[in-house]
């Protein structure tokens, strides 16, 4: 999600036992029980020209930190970014009403146990000089904790490499203990809703069993990701998107919902785009429904 590479990144909380033929883990009844004690919150990290203001809409602002505001062009991908640019960015930040976010991409946090600690602890350093100017500042890492992996995540709990995948996400523990929310994230990378679906309750269950308690706020992207040849950067249909906000807010505290970033930058605010007409009835519902959270989840 770093932004001139637009491919990665989005910020917009009863279990789904028998829906869709989902197999969620022992906890995941409690998990979403304690999510659903908390307001659901939607977050703007799009980045749109001409977007309104969403003044009229349950909608918060959300800081996200890009590599590109921390690291010098041409540095090597392996160094850390200069502290005093990193404080002084913190600075800036003093007295933020909501979330910062940072999406650092270039250090892996899966493979080489060795590595992984090593980039975990630049991680760590970037954290410690943030919260030294900005110590009230609610801080996030886009997309690290749990580890973003559709085909291990899928597997369920009973299967070896779901359980790997549980052992990496341990080895963040450290990090995670130091942010105050998670942001895992849950991007459209096929056409199988179901298969989604399993993605983001196994992703959602995870980011709480990690959390601790903490808040976890859901990355959602209108879009399917660039990573798909076929359907890269095209719109995901609305059922589809009306599904994923559902399910998020089932299972999760928040969305993050980003987007907005071309193949030539910022691209035009669409008012009439129907990924917003659905994320509007879903605002809607919400405003009318809290603390309750949507009941309809089903394929189309």
């Not at 991007?187 to 976890?216: F, H, I, M, S």
């Not at 299972?251 to 990924?275: C, F, L, R, T, Y």
Request: aromatic residues 10%.
């Amino acid at each position: 999600m770093i932004r001139p590479r637009r491919s990665r990144c989005l910020v917009l909380g009863l279990a789904m036992v028998g829906v869709l033929g989902v197999s969620l883990p022992s906890d995941s009844v409690t998990t979403s029980a304690v999510a659903a004690q908390r307001p659901f919150v939607v977050f703007d990290a799009t980045l749109y020209k001409n977007k309104p203001s969403f003044s009229g809409y349950p909608i918060r602002p959300i800081k996200l930190l890009y590599e590109s505001r921390l690291f010098p062009k041409g540095q090597p991908h392996d160094a850390l970014p200069p502290e005093g640019t990193v404080r002084s960015v913190a600075k800036e930040l003093r007295g933020a009403p909501e979330g910062v976010v940072i999406d650092i991409e270039r250090w892996p946090l899966k493979g080489d146990p060795k590595i992984v600690k090593e980039n975990v602890g630049k991680i760590l350093a970037i954290l410690s000089w943030i919260k030294a100017e900005a110590p009230d500042l609610q801080l996030g890492a886009y997309g690290t904790v749990p580890l973003p992996d559709y085909w291990r995540a899928i597997r369920g709990p009973g299967n070896k490499d779901f359980q790997a995948w549980q052992q990496d996400n341990d080895r963040l523990d450290e990090m995670a203990a130091r942010l105050n929310a998670l942001y895992p994230t849950l991007y459209t990378y096929y056409p199988d809703r179901q298969g989604w679906v399993q993605y983001a309750v196994a992703q959602l269950t995870e980011a709480k069993r990690k959390a601790n308690g903490k808040p976890v706020y859901a990355f959602l992207w209108p879009q399917y990701h660039d990573s798909n040849k076929k359907l890269r950067l095209q719109p995901v249909e609305p059922e589809y998107w009306e599904l994923q906000l559902n399910t998020v807010s089932q299972h999760a505290d928040g969305v993050v919902i980003w987007g907005g970033w071309g193949e030539k930058g910022p691209e035009s605010w669409n008012e009439e785009a129907p990924w917003w007409e659905i994320t509007k009835r879903f605002l809607g519902r919400m405003a009318s429904n809290q603390p309750g959270r949507p009941r309809d989840l089903t394929v189309q």
